[in-house]
């Protein structure tokens, strides 16, 4: 298994609470993804990082931030939870360069917004 | 922007036989095309990649292939078995990022 770490894999928050979830790589990987997975939607991307302190956009950005302080370190934040941001999150790592090199994805959190 | 499209969603086979899983994707400027399978209540495990410069890739009883011009991709599995149940799922890799089709669930039956 690629060395990706997700926690927490399972979380219940309320309403409007802040939640953050961590991912965590040993692979030294540049480029680290965040990506939701609902019924009917497949996988679509939050927001994903390029580098220290670099991220950008993904499809699905709204209500969401992201942080990357460290190379092995990549943090999604909820600021105010909602229902509609329930769903299973992944994190995945790539070598993205001038040839792409395969993604490795993390086992996931399943979020659950009360 | 990248659409990546898989037919069927769901395909049932009994045991032993070949099959084939398709995906396609609007945008030819791809990097590679990856291809990964999920089980039930877990992540994502890679099976193959095929760089924009190849055609295509085997491993053991997979083998996929990728047609950049048609903006296609299959994946072929031989002599499937119960274990082979599982979603497949192929993502088409651009400059940054993968865009993922909705998967095929299929279910190989004893």
């Known amino acids: 298994d690629a060395g990706i770490t997700q926690s927490p894999r399972h979380k219940v928050t309320e309403t409007g609470t802040p939640v953050t979830l961590r991912c965590h790589q040993t692979?030294?990987?540049?480029?680290m993804y965040w990506y939701r997975q609902d019924p009917g939607h497949g996988l679509r991307l939050i927001h994903y990082?390029?580098?220290?302190?670099?991220?950008d956009k993904g499809e699905v950005s709204d209500g969401y931030s992201v942080s990357r302080s460290k190379t092995e370190d990549f943090l999604l934040t909820l600021e105010s939870a909602t229902s509609s941001q329930t769903s299973v999150y992944f994190c995945?790592?790539?070598?993205?360069?001038?040839?792409?090199?395969?993604?490795?994805f993390g086992q996931g959190t399943r979020l659950t917004v009360v | 922007k990248q659409e990546v499209t898989q037919i069927p969603a769901a395909l049932s086979v009994p045991e032993g036989e070949n099959l084939v899983l398709n995906c396609s994707f609007t945008d030819s400027a791809i990097y590679n095309l990856q291809w990964f399978r999920q089980d039930p209540g877990k992540g994502l495990t890679s099976l193959l990649l095929?760089?924009?410069?190849?055609r295509e890739q085997t491993s053991g009883r997979l083998n996929a292939s990728l047609d950049k011009s048609s903006g296609r991709s299959t994946l072929y599995i031989a002599a499937s078995q119960p274990g082979d149940s599982a979603t497949y799922l192929c993502a088409a890799g651009g400059s940054e990022k993968l865009v993922f089709g909705k998967g095929t669930k299929l279910t190989v039956n004893p």
């Open positions: 095929i760089q924009s410069s190849q």
């Open positions: 990082s390029y580098g220290v302190k670099d991220t």
């Open positions: 995945a790592i790539s070598s993205v360069g001038r040839m792409n090199t395969e993604a490795f």
């Open positions: 692979e030294n990987h540049r480029y």
